[in-house]
Structure formats: C-alpha cells, structure tokens
C-alpha cells in the first residue's frame, strides 16, 4: 500500500501571508495525486488534481495553486492568504489506470489564517 | 452529474449494537463505490471499496453492500464497539466522461458508540 506523508500537521498564519504545503508518496510511482479541503461542518472540497509531473487540473477558482516538481511530490501554495483559506487540507494519491484502486489519504494540515 | 448523500448525518448507539449507515449515488453507472473513515482531526482511512460487479465486500464486523439499480449502498457494523466512533464517508466516482479520476462525496454520517 501507499504512504502519504504531509506537513506540517498544524499552521497558523496571517492574512496575507504565503502558503506551501508539502506531500509526499512512497510506495507507488505514477500516482493520480489530489489536494482536497475540508471546512468545518462541511464534505470534501476537491481543489487540484494532477495526473503526471507538471500536469495540474484545478477544480475550484481561488486563491490557491498547486504545483508537482517530481513524480511524488505534490504542493499547495498561494501568495496571500485569506480568512477563507482556513481548513483542514488534505492530501491522496491513487494509483493511475485501473478502475477498482484504492485511494490513500495523508494526516491532513490543520490550517488557521488569522 | 453524480450526487452522493449520506443518512443520517449523526447516530448515535449504545455499545453492541448492529447498524447500518446508508449512501446513495444519483448516477448509477459507477465502476466502484468505497467507504471510508475519519477521526477527528485526522486523515481518512479506506475501509472498502465494492466494485460495480460485487454485491458486496466484507472487512472483519463491516459489510458494505452496493446495490446500482436503486442508487445505494449500505455499511453495516456489527457488535459496534466504542472504537467505532468516528464519520463514515462513502464516495463514487465523477461519472462525466473522460474525467472519472474524481470522487463525488457524501458529507459522511458521524457515529457515536457509547460504552
């Protein structure tokens, strides 16, 4: 199976202030990854998705962006924050191709903008 | 375009008790259906993952069943246990053509197992 490792675990930042969350995958080599956000009282919000290096697909307009230098190494980043871009952030990875694969999650980061 | 909801939003039971937690998907023409778990505050966990072809699949005292011609799917617990404690997801895949890399997610049901 697939280990997620994302960090870090809890941030707090200012308004304003820019962002990058890092996850990486062991255990599997050209994985769907997958940035999600979970607001409080709220389901799963997808946010990026990325079938290969340097290949992003973002689902929702914001003020976030994402990024995948290497094979298994995804990142969540924006220029300046806003009060709306606290969270709970998570990151998956399931492996490409066939239908009946699994997806991993990592522990998540807990993000506060104050 | 693919709905997925979950009831009941909360449930909460006594220590022992069987139960089932009910999803159910508006496009019927899924490959697969998974369930999983989170903790709070923490990460999710896949407990199963039903292919179309399956009726159902079995981990230890959860059973998911998947039934694509009335849209559902059910996750019975049996002799629940206080470790249970926690929300249950399911999730079916986007059905739009050629971008079926997406999960479509129910907001979860949250169990409560008291001792």
């Known amino acids: 199976s697939q280990t997620i490792h994302q960090w870090p675990a809890t941030l707090v930042q200012p308004v304003g202030s820019p962002l990058s969350l890092e996850c990486t995958v062991e255990g599997t080599s050209n994985p769907n990854l997958y940035w999600y956000r979970q607001a409080a009282g709220r389901g799963l919000q997808l946010l990026f998705y990325s079938v290969g290096i340097g290949q992003i697909s973002s689902e929702v307009p914001q003020n976030l962006s994402a990024s995948r230098p290497q094979d298994r190494q995804f990142i969540l980043s924006s220029k300046k924050l806003l009060l709306s871009d606290s969270g709970f952030y998570l990151c998956?990875?399931?492996?490409?191709?066939?239908?009946?694969?699994?997806?991993?999650f990592g522990a998540g980061t807990r993000l506060s903008v104050l | 375009k693919q709905e997925v909801t979950q009831i009941p939003a909360a449930l909460s039971v006594p220590e022992g008790e069987n139960l089932v937690l009910n999803c159910s998907f508006t496009d019927s023409a899924i490959y697969n259906l998974q369930w999983f778990r989170q903790d709070p505050g923490k990460g999710l966990t896949s407990l199963l993952l039903i292919q179309s072809s399956q009726r159902e699949q079995t981990s230890g005292r959860l059973n998911a069943s998947l039934d694509k011609s009335s849209g559902r799917s059910t996750l019975y617990i049996a002799a629940s246990q206080p470790g249970d404690s926690a929300t249950y997801l399911c999730a079916a895949p986007n059905t739009n053509a050629g971008n079926n890399r997406k999960l479509i997610w129910g907001l979860g049901t949250s169990l409560a197992v008291n001792p």
């Open positions: 998956a990875s399931r492996l490409a191709g066939g239908r009946g694969n699994i997806q991993y």
